[in-house]
């Protein structure tokens, strides 16, 4: 069987079959970042993710600098899901030789400067040279026990919400796609242009989610909203029920929905890489939890409901089915 027919999240259930139960992994294959008990006084909490040129990154639509951050804030992300603070980054490089050296120290700045935003320390990497550049970001953070959110947890009458707004990395890609990066020139992007090559991964929110005890389930949004909606439903056992409706949509990005004709509502949906955190929670919850101050400064939506059942259904306001244009972020 080919790859591109097993799919990306079949072949990783494979590679779950491999590993071996141990007590040490807590969480293992599976969520955001595996959780484990190595005796200490708290959990530790390790991820890695890989972006490469050419597949994440286009060197002409962002600076190195910018590359190298979002590179940062992605691997930086899954630990922010996890209720996790990050503690120390290693990052293998692959570079081409022929680079100027700035422009690869560059990159290695921006994501040394998405490191210190949250209070990591880059500690270690790996150097290798190839003809196209890549980078391999593995962040350890710390969780005290029992506050660990996992994909797991959402349970039939809970609410469903989002912090933040989503839609700006489609919306950016679509426009560099469509346009190139002469449409930064128009200023009503900006807020698109922002939030695209400066991601703010959510940690603080997600470490107050976690310390409030108020949330049973979350996840970072980094495949689109419906397809990682998709992954909560099927860790918890759950239906998912998406209010299209209620999806909070990024600044600028009906502005780029009307300059290409396309629709911001499913870049929201499907877009991917907007790094806002999706959590599962008692509607009765909502109030104290959104007025947590990182997650007031950042705001909560709720944008849907837990049902029985298994699979997401995105309703439009009519509660109609609605058909998504494509389903979400897959590798093959
Ligand atoms: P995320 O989008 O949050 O980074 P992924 O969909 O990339 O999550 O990964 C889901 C789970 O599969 C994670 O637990 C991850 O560690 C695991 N995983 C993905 N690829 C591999 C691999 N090649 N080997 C082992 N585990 C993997
Ligand atoms: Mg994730």
């Known amino acids: 069987m080919l790859l591109s027919e097993l799919g990306e999240f079949g072949f990783i259930d494979t590679i779950r079959g491999l590993a071996e139960d141990d007590p040490r992994v807590v969480v293992g294959i599976g969520d955001d970042a595996a959780v484990l008990d190595l005796g200490g006084p708290e959990l530790i909490v390790v991820t890695t993710d890989a972006q490469f040129e050419g597949r994440h990154f286009d060197l002409t639509w962002l600076t190195c600098h910018e590359i190298g951050q979002r590179a940062g804030a992605a691997a930086i992300s899954d630990i922010a899901a996890m209720g996790a603070k990050p503690a120390a980054v290693f990052c293998s490089a692959a570079l081409p030789p022929d680079w100027v050296a700035e422009r690869a120290q560059d990159l290695l700045a921006g994501l040394n400067a998405a490191i210190m935003a949250v209070g990591g320390v880059l500690a270690g990497g790996d150097t290798v040279g190839n003809h196209q550049a890549a980078l391999d970001v ?96 099927r860790r918890s056992g759950v239906h998912i029920v998406m209010e299209a409706a209620r999806v909070p949509i990024a600044d600028g990005c009906a502005e780029a929905a009307e300059e290409l004709g396309q629709s911001a509502l499913e870049w929201a949906l499907t877009g991917g890489e907007d790094f806002e955190l999706l959590i599962a929670l008692d509607a009765d919850q909502v109030e104290a939890v959104s007025e947590l101050p990182p997650v007031a400064e950042i705001g909560l939506t709720v944008v849907g409901r837990i049902e029985q059942g298994s699979g997401v259904t995105v309703v439009d306001p009519d509660g109609d089915e609605m058909k998504l244009a494509r389903g979400g972020w897959s590798h093959f």
């Not at 029992?146 to 919306?171: I, N």
Request: net charge positive; aromatic share 2%; glycine share 12%.
């Open 138 to 233: 593995v962040v350890v953070g710390t969780v005290p026990h029992g506050e660990a959110l996992l994909r797991s947890g959402a349970q039939p009458g809970q609410a469903l919400a989002v912090t933040g707004k989503l839609g700006a990395t489609g919306a950016a890609v679509a426009l560099l796609q469509v346009l190139g990066p002469d449409c930064w020139a128009d200023e009503r992007l900006a807020p698109v242009r922002k939030r695209f090559a400066t991601p703010a991964p959510r940690v603080a929110a997600g470490r107050a989610l976690a310390q409030s005890g108020r949330v049973s389930a979350a996840m970072d949004i980094s495949d689109g909203l419906a397809q990682d909606a998709g992954h909560v439903a």
